[in-house]
Each structure stands twice: as C-alpha cells, then as structure tokens.
C-alpha cells in the first residue's frame, strides 16, 4: 500500500458460526465456520443432494466478539470437550467433526467462547513473541544479571535495588514480554502495580490464556487470593497503588494486604508509570481509580510542583530483587534523570511502523523466522488531521494570554445527564454540521475548487466513513459528554441518529475495566454496528478498544504523554479469520482528529523529539522527519489541506533542543534532600543556616523554610482530624497551604540542584580523578571549589553530614558522567586509566578501575 494513500478501504467480511444436524445422525450437530452466505457454504457440503433433503441449519451466530475480537469453530470445539462433550469417532477410530450435542448447550459454549471465561482454564495462545519483544527481554535480563554479579563482587552493595525502564509505545506488548522477563529470571514471586485498574484484563488474559505460562497463578483483588495459591508454582499478584499501598484510618498498612509487605518479591512491575509511580499529587490524582477530566491534569504543573515529593522508589514498604517500569510515554522518567541509556529499553511508534515496512529484515539481533508472516502488519498507521475551524464558529471561545481558540471554552457545558446543554450551544452544531460537511467557509465556495478537491470532513468523505464506524471523542468533562449526547440525539443531527451514543463518562459509567464492559455491550457486533463513544478521560489509559478507528480531541491536553496515550487508544489491531485460518486485517489506517492546529503540531514535536534516548541522533527535523513519515499529519487551513513537512511542525512547534540524558542527571530532584526532617535538621543549626545563605539565591528563603515546616505540618495534622468532614471552604484554605509550602519548597530544591550542577565543572577543572570528590574538595582543592561554588570546606562538610545531598545519587551521577567522559577522551586518544590498581573517585567513595570498568 502506498504511503500516501491515507484512505484504504475495509475488507468486507462477516463470519458466522453455524450449526447444521442430518437426520441420517440423530442427535448430533455438525459445527463450522465461515465468512461466505450460509446456503453457499451447505452448498459445499451437500453438492449432489437437494437442500433440506436430509440436513437442516440448526442455528447462526457472528463469529466476533464485542471487543472486534474473531474466534472459529475450533474455539467453540475446545469448550465443547472441556464440558466432556468430545468429538464422536469415525469407524477407523477416527475424530470426526460432529458433536452429541443439543443446541442450547452449543449455544452455551458460543456465549463462553464470546465471553473470554478464564474459568474454562483453555490455553489457545500460542504466538511468538516478536523481535522486539526479545530484544527487551534479553536486555533486561542482562543488566539484571550485570547488577547481580557486581553485587556477589562486592562492587556494589547486596542492597542495592536495580530498576530498568521499557519506554515502550502502547501496542508495544509489554505485560507478554514482561512475563517473559520474569520466566527467563525464574521468578517465582511477581507483584504488578499500577494506578490504572482497567489494565488487569490484559495482565490477567496473558498469563491464563498463553501456552507459556502454563502452571502461573494470577493473583487479584475480585479474583483467586493468594493463600488459595499453590505456593511451589510462579505466582503474579495485580494490584492498585491504591489499595496495596494506601493506609488505613490510622496511618497503617491494611490488614488485608499485611502479607504483600511482607513477601519478599523477584520482581516488581511498575506499569503505566508515566504519571509517576508513587509520587503525592499522582496518588491523589488515581484516588478513585479513574480520571473524570483529564484536562484536569496539567503534566507541566505537575512536573514543577511535584520536585518538591520527589523520594526514592526504595523508600516504598516493599521488599524486591528489582524493580521493571512500563510506560508508553515517560517524559517525566527521561527528563528527570532517574534512568540512563542502559537502563532503558526503547520501542517508539517509528521504531514499530520502520519494522513493519521492512519486514523480514530486522534491526536486531535475535533470531526470526524469515517465512513467518509480518507480525506487524496489523498495527495500523496513524494519520493525523488538523481543521481549522472557521472563524465563524471559533471566534467566540478565543481566551488566554495569546486569544487562541480554547477547547475546553467552546465545549464547555452546565448540567448533569439528559439536562446537560453547552454553553455554546448554537456554535458547537456548527461544528457537528463542519465534521459532517455541511459547513464550509464561503471560500470554498469562492474558489470553486469542485467536490473533489474539498477537504476530507471525517463524517461527509465516503472513504472515511467507510472506516470510522466506531470512533471515541475526548471532551472537557462529565457534563461536556452528557451534552453532546443530549445533542446528537435532537433531530436536526438526524445523520447521527444511526450510530449507538454511548457515554463513558461519569461514576455510571463504571469505574476502572467495569467502564469497559458498556461500551463493548453496544458494540455487540462491531462489523455491523455504529457507535460514538463519549470520554473525558476514562478508557484513555491501558484499555484496547479493536473497534476504534477515530479519536477526536475536543479538550486542551497540553502533556504528551495525556495526548498520545489517549491517541494511541485507536491504533489497536483488528484483524478476523477467515475459513483457512487467515487474518484478515480490519484497520490499516487509524486517524486523530484535532481542531487546535499548533497545540497538535506541538504534540508531535514532542513526542517525536523527547522519547529518543539515543543523543547521537540529536537532530529535530531528522527525528520529526521520520516520525512524520509514519504518521502524516494533513492541515486544512480553511480553504484546502495539504501534508505538513517537518520543518513548518518545527517552525510552528519547535522550543529548543532537549539536553542528553546525562546532563538532565544532573538537574535530578533526586540529588538533594527537602524533607521535613532535613530541613528541620537545618533550621536546629545557625551554622549551617549560614552556609546555606551562602549559596547563590539563597538570603532570600531565611524565613521561609521554618514557613514549610509548620505549614506541612498542619496540613498533615488538619487532615488526619478531619478525614472526611471538612466543608468546601476548609478545603480550599487547606489547599492554599499546601500549594504555599510547596512552592517555598520547591524554590529551596531548585536552589540546591543550581549548586549541584556545578558538580560537574568542579569535576573537568580537577585533575584528582581518582579520589573520591568529598576528598578532593575538603583536602587537596578546597580553593578551587570555593571559588566554584561559593562554599567553604567547612560548609560544605557540615551539609553532608546533615544528609542535604544524597550520597548514593550523587555517586551515581558522578561515575556515569565519568563513564562518559572517558569514552569521549578514549576517543580522542586519551587513556587516563592505564593501570588497573589506580582508584576513580564518586562522591563519597572510591572503587578500582577494574570495578569501574565493570560499570560499564
């Protein structure tokens, strides 16, 4: 298929299964499947006799499930024997295809096949994972083995925790190749967490459903306990952050969830990590399991404020061997240092769309089977369409400090379910009239540019609607989806009227993977049926909806990761079986649909640009270059749309380059401690008060670390005598506190982190490589780090000893930058560590540089 053919049609294909009995074999049912008409098919079983001369159809069901899903006769067969209902046998001993059994019975095991019933223990997956797949495996499974054996070498302390990161795109396959990791490191014992419920289907399908993972136990909250598990076979346990790690009444662990504190796991999954594990305002934000307005969450406020919670994932009441992060979308991991280019696994969507084009060549080194069909064939491409909306219509929710267009304004509504209306009423049926076609500016009138040459509307062009039967469209908040159902369904939207509205929004709607359940009820068949589905933040995260083709983005979603972890949603593969066993592939395209062309071409600059680990590719227009050659973004600029190049995204979009992983290290929230504990350990101390004002910036925050201290402290207090009783107002004043202390806070951290990165000028100005940097400064070089830094020996060692810096992290920091700066040296033909007795320095400690090497 061509590149820019942005409008592939859909295969036609309606599988059915069916049943049919033949009076010459009372009692017995014949059942097969097909994609073709029913008396063509019974045509081919019976080709000499005259039809119903001895067989009748019994009975037709469609072959796909409500989650796009298709399953064949063999699956219905499996149930069949699993209830002891086996293949009756020829007179050779033979198994033949005809069963003893009655149609209500054949209906029961249709309803089980459709339904997925893990009850029935069938393992039928059997797929290979891909090379990708392996390639995560097999380097996590390295640098798990590397920390392992520098641990028995006392190179590194037993207690020391490793952790990897799979920045991975959605579809990536990350709970398969996780429990692949976990069975090639002979896990015994897996704890899964995450803030996103909605996800334990697939953890859960995965392991009970493959052919790998035969005797694995799946342990859940609504599902087998662990003290019902067989405690000599693997076992994973899938939980919420907010269950195994929230508190009781008084503070405590709760007692139903003693024992996940207590077991000493091999492994600990952090899944859908991008919002930050166990971070305060993340733990709020999933309170209640479930976003209900996504808009609501602003990740760049979230990154500023949240420099002040920064703590060490060991800090958790957890004991683990080591620690997987899984995220389609970690800008915050990246950007904040926590992880190195050898501690991370990256798989973007180019990296996915580049394998596919060239399949079977792979850009890894593990072995495939070059016969094998493409395995990525299914992932859909992306195509994203921008409109400008027409002055007419936007004009009146133009806002903010630049007078743009603002979503959230123009799709902003007042009331709850069939009472829910926009604010704009008049002017957001305007907009459902432009998607259908029916509202084009004069100009193209004017122009005279012919049906043929106006733009794809997603609900007027016939080669999109051929596609978009099922489409999810992100508003603003609850009462944004019930008034856009309430109008979809009034009369003059009568085009409307034919897709099934289903609003996904709201505590009726289900919270977590019971969100899911509605949505694929009304779907019942989706190769028939037509549904819209309303969000405003549920299902956006971890949840595969095959049927999606369509995402339109109708709120501000100013993060990446909020943007593409909601777009990624409709790139789920859709493929059925035909009557030979072949997929056939229901979606080769996918599409986003955006009405705020720079906040759009702004995503894409992102995400192209900040998930790219690799610094030798440090150049935008290359990155978005190839990113947008796998996802075409076409602009309708009011009279015609054309594709958008890379370098009008980076003129539009484009706000400086990121630094390298390394040198974002040293900006790292983690380098210094602001803890309550700390600061009061400081404010004990008028010398050490006094070396803190000697640092830049620091004279004027005297008064205010005392501030943050109380005003932490009586928020705490007030929230633990007022669970649950506090009026509107207390909350708000409660909530001012909070954001006061924790901006005086973060002001103190950004002070110390300024300090900190002079680190590493410090570092190239010393010769004094192989002492550790605590040494240099307070006994061969204090001079030249006073004039550096602007503290004296005596300062900076009373700092240490009050635990400001924290010395794990920065040793860590530092032998990475050494790692770094001897390849470069190496490079240029500098060798500064010829002999192997000599010592490399860290921060507060030295190793030889055989262990040094061993880094590496």
Same mark, same amino acid.
């Given at each position: 298929m061509s590149k820019q053919e942005f409008f592939p049609p859909r295969p036609k294909s309606k599988p059915i299964i069916y049943a049919y009995s033949d009076s010459r074999f009372p009692g017995m049912l014949k059942i097969g499947y097909t994609e073709r008409p029913i008396e063509i098919r019974m045509k081919e079983h019976y080709p000499t006799l005259t039809p119903g001369e001895s067989w009748k159809v019994e009975y037709i069901e469609s072959a796909i499930r409500n989650d796009g899903s298709v399953f064949m006769d063999h699956d219905v067969h499996n149930v069949l024997k699993y209830w002891g209902i086996n293949p009756v046998r020829t007179e050779d001993n033979k198994q033949s295809e005809w069963y003893r059994c009655s149609v209500d019975k054949l209906k029961n095991a249709i309803t089980a096949v459709k339904l997925k019933n893990l009850n029935l223990k069938l393992r039928g997956a059997t797929f290979e994972p891909r090379p990708e797949q392996k390639a995560a495996v097999d380097k996590t499974y390295s640098y798990f083995e590397q920390i392992e054996n520098e641990k028995n070498k006392s190179i590194l302390p037993k207690s020391f925790v490793p952790k990897f990161l799979w920045n991975c795109k959605m579809r990536f396959g990350k709970t398969f190749a996780s429990y692949l990791l976990a069975k090639k490191m002979n896990c015994k014992r897996v704890l899964v967490l995450t803030f996103k419920p909605a996800v334990q289907t697939a953890w859960q399908e995965d392991l009970q459903n493959h052919v790998y993972f035969e005797d694995w136990q799946f342990v859940s909250r609504n599902g087998m306990s662990y003290e019902d598990c067989d405690k000599n076979k693997p076992i994973v346990c899938f939980g919420s952050f907010q269950d195994f790690l929230g508190t009781n009444e008084n503070g405590g662990i709760k007692a139903r969830n003693e024992w996940v504190h207590t077991t000493y796991w091999d492994l600990v999954i952090f899944d859908e990590y991008h919002f930050g594990a166990w971070r305060e305002n993340a733990k709020k934000l999933f309170e209640q399991e479930d976003e209900e307005n996504l808009d609501g969450f602003d990740?760049?406020?979230?990154?500023?404020?949240?420099?002040?919670?920064?703590?060490?994932?060991?800090?958790?009441?957890?004991?683990?061997?080591?620690?997987?992060?899984?995220?389609?979308?970690?800008?915050r991991a990246l950007n904040s240092g926590e992880f190195i280019e050898e501690q991370i696994y990256s798989w973007t969507y180019s990296d996915e769309q580049k394998a596919k084009e060239i399949w079977p060549e792979t850009i890894f080194n593990v072995e495939i089977n070059k016969n094998a069909p493409n395995p990525y064939a299914a992932l859909p491409r992306m195509v994203m369409m921008t409109y400008q909306i027409p002055d007419s219509i936007k004009e009146i929710a133009k806002g903010g400090e630049f007078n743009e267009f603002d979503l959230n304004k123009f799709f902003s509504a007042d009331g709850t379910g069939e009472d829910a209306q926009f604010k704009l009423k008049e002017h957001v049926q305007k907009w459902l009239d432009l998607i259908r076609g029916a509202y084009l500016p004069s100009t193209i009138d004017d122009l005279k540019l012919g049906s043929n040459k106006k733009p794809p509307m997603p609900f007027s062009d016939t080669r999109l609607l051929n596609v978009l039967s099922h489409t999810v469209w992100l508003l603003p908040g609850v009462a944004s989806c019930f008034a856009m159902a309430n109008l979809l369904k009034e009369k003059q939207n009568v085009f409307f009227h034919d897709y099934k509205i289903i609003v996904c929004a709201g505590t009726g709607a289900g919270i977590g993977s019971e969100a899911l359940k509605p949505v694929q009820e009304k779907m019942d068949n989706p190769l028939v049926t037509k549904t819209i589905t309303l969000s405003c933040g549920k299902l956006m995260t971890g949840v595969t909806v095959k049927p999606w083709t369509g995402i339109f983005m109708l709120c501000n979603l100013k993060s990446p990761e909020t943007?593409?972890?909601?777009?990624?949603?409709?790139?789920?593969?859709?493929?059925?079986?035909?009557?030979?066993?072949?997929?056939?592939?229901?979606?080769?395209?996918?599409? @986003?649909?955006?009405?705020?062309?720079?906040?759009?071409? /702004?995503?894409?600059?992102?995400?192209? +640009?900040? #998930?790219?680990?690799?610094?030798?590719?440090?150049?935008?227009?290359?990155?978005?270059e190839e990113f947008i050659s796998f996802l075409p973004v076409l602009a309708y600029d009011g009279s015609t749309m054309k594709q958008i190049s890379a370098s009008e995204i980076l003129d539009i979009a484009m706000s400086g380059t990121s630094a390298t992983l390394l040198a974002k290290r040293w900006e790292s929230a983690l380098l210094v401690n602001v803890d309550n504990e700390t600061l009061a350990r400081l404010m004990a101390n008028p010398e050490a008060m006094d070396a803190l004002m000697r640092i830049e910036g620091f004279r004027n925050l005297n008064s205010e670390i005392?501030?943050?201290?109380?005003?932490?402290?009586? @928020?705490?207090?007030?929230?633990?005598?007022?669970?649950? /009783?506090?009026?509107?107002?207390?909350? +708000?004043? #409660?909530?001012?506190?909070?954001?006061?202390?924790?901006?005086?806070?973060?002001?103190?951290q950004e002070k110390l982190i300024k300090f900190a990165t002079r680190v590493p000028v410090f570092m190239y100005l010393t010769d004094f490589r192989e002492f550790c940097l605590r040494d240099v400064i307070t006994q061969l070089e204090p001079e030249l780090f006073k004039k550096v830094t602007g503290l004296t020996v005596k300062d900076f060692e009373l700092l240490v000893s009050l635990n400001v810096f924290n010395g794990p992290v920065m040793n860590d920091a530092i032998f990475k930058f050494r790692c770094y700066e001897n390849s470069s040296l190496n490079y240029t033909g500098i060798n500064r560590h010829e002999e192997l007795d000599k010592y490399i320095g860290g921060f507060d400690t030295a190793i030889t540089v055989q262990e040094f090497e061993n880094l590496k």
């Amino acid at each position: 298929m061509s590149k820019q053919e942005f409008f592939p049609p859909r295969p036609k294909s309606k599988p059915i299964i069916y049943a049919y009995s033949d009076s010459r074999f009372p009692g017995m049912l014949k059942i097969g499947y097909t994609e073709r008409p029913i008396e063509i098919r019974m045509k081919e079983h019976y080709p000499t006799l005259t039809p119903g001369e001895s067989w009748k159809v019994e009975y037709i069901e469609s072959a796909i499930r409500n989650d796009g899903s298709v399953f064949m006769d063999h699956d219905v067969h499996n149930v069949l024997k699993y209830w002891g209902i086996n293949p009756v046998r020829t007179e050779d001993n033979k198994q033949s295809e005809w069963y003893r059994c009655s149609v209500d019975k054949l209906k029961n095991a249709i309803t089980a096949v459709k339904l997925k019933n893990l009850n029935l223990k069938l393992r039928g997956a059997t797929f290979e994972p891909r090379p990708e797949q392996k390639a995560a495996v097999d380097k996590t499974y390295s640098y798990f083995e590397q920390i392992e054996n520098e641990k028995n070498k006392s190179i590194l302390p037993k207690s020391f925790v490793p952790k990897f990161l799979w920045n991975c795109k959605m579809r990536f396959g990350k709970t398969f190749a996780s429990y692949l990791l976990a069975k090639k490191m002979n896990c015994k014992r897996v704890l899964v967490l995450t803030f996103k419920p909605a996800v334990q289907t697939a953890w859960q399908e995965d392991l009970q459903n493959h052919v790998y993972f035969e005797d694995w136990q799946f342990v859940s909250r609504n599902g087998m306990s662990y003290e019902d598990c067989d405690k000599n076979k693997p076992i994973v346990c899938f939980g919420s952050f907010q269950d195994f790690l929230g508190t009781n009444e008084n503070g405590g662990i709760k007692a139903r969830n003693e024992w996940v504190h207590t077991t000493y796991w091999d492994l600990v999954i952090f899944d859908e990590y991008h919002f930050g594990a166990w971070r305060e305002n993340a733990k709020k934000l999933f309170e209640q399991e479930d976003e209900e307005n996504l808009d609501g969450f602003d990740s760049e406020k979230y990154n500023r404020e949240e420099a002040g919670n920064v703590q060490n994932e060991t800090s958790l009441p957890i004991s683990t061997k080591r620690y997987l992060f899984l995220s389609g979308t970690p800008f915050r991991a990246l950007n904040s240092g926590e992880f190195i280019e050898e501690q991370i696994y990256s798989w973007t969507y180019s990296d996915e769309q580049k394998a596919k084009e060239i399949w079977p060549e792979t850009i890894f080194n593990v072995e495939i089977n070059k016969n094998a069909p493409n395995p990525y064939a299914a992932l859909p491409r992306m195509v994203m369409m921008t409109y400008q909306i027409p002055d007419s219509i936007k004009e009146i929710a133009k806002g903010g400090e630049f007078n743009e267009f603002d979503l959230n304004k123009f799709f902003s509504a007042d009331g709850t379910g069939e009472d829910a209306q926009f604010k704009l009423k008049e002017h957001v049926q305007k907009w459902l009239d432009l998607i259908r076609g029916a509202y084009l500016p004069s100009t193209i009138d004017d122009l005279k540019l012919g049906s043929n040459k106006k733009p794809p509307m997603p609900f007027s062009d016939t080669r999109l609607l051929n596609v978009l039967s099922h489409t999810v469209w992100l508003l603003p908040g609850v009462a944004s989806c019930f008034a856009m159902a309430n109008l979809l369904k009034e009369k003059q939207n009568v085009f409307f009227h034919d897709y099934k509205i289903i609003v996904c929004a709201g505590t009726g709607a289900g919270i977590g993977s019971e969100a899911l359940k509605p949505v694929q009820e009304k779907m019942d068949n989706p190769l028939v049926t037509k549904t819209i589905t309303l969000s405003c933040g549920k299902l956006m995260t971890g949840v595969t909806v095959k049927p999606w083709t369509g995402i339109f983005m109708l709120c501000n979603l100013k993060s990446p990761e909020t943007y593409f972890q909601s777009a990624f949603r409709v790139q789920s593969p859709w493929e059925i079986k035909n009557e030979l066993g072949q997929s056939v592939i229901m979606k080769r395209e996918c599409y @986003v649909f955006d009405f705020a062309l720079d906040r759009a071409l /702004k995503q894409i600059s992102d995400y192209s +640009r900040n #998930l790219n680990t690799d610094p030798l590719k440090d150049n935008p227009q290359k990155l978005v270059e190839e990113f947008i050659s796998f996802l075409p973004v076409l602009a309708y600029d009011g009279s015609t749309m054309k594709q958008i190049s890379a370098s009008e995204i980076l003129d539009i979009a484009m706000s400086g380059t990121s630094a390298t992983l390394l040198a974002k290290r040293w900006e790292s929230a983690l380098l210094v401690n602001v803890d309550n504990e700390t600061l009061a350990r400081l404010m004990a101390n008028p010398e050490a008060m006094d070396a803190l004002m000697r640092i830049e910036g620091f004279r004027n925050l005297n008064s205010e670390i005392e501030t943050i201290i109380n005003k932490s402290e009586s @928020v705490k207090k007030a929230k633990k005598e007022k669970e649950g /009783k506090m009026t509107q107002k207390e909350k +708000r004043e #409660l909530s001012e506190e909070e954001k006061d202390y924790k901006s005086k806070r973060k002001q103190i951290q950004e002070k110390l982190i300024k300090f900190a990165t002079r680190v590493p000028v410090f570092m190239y100005l010393t010769d004094f490589r192989e002492f550790c940097l605590r040494d240099v400064i307070t006994q061969l070089e204090p001079e030249l780090f006073k004039k550096v830094t602007g503290l004296t020996v005596k300062d900076f060692e009373l700092l240490v000893s009050l635990n400001v810096f924290n010395g794990p992290v920065m040793n860590d920091a530092i032998f990475k930058f050494r790692c770094y700066e001897n390849s470069s040296l190496n490079y240029t033909g500098i060798n500064r560590h010829e002999e192997l007795d000599k010592y490399i320095g860290g921060f507060d400690t030295a190793i030889t540089v055989q262990e040094f090497e061993n880094l590496k």
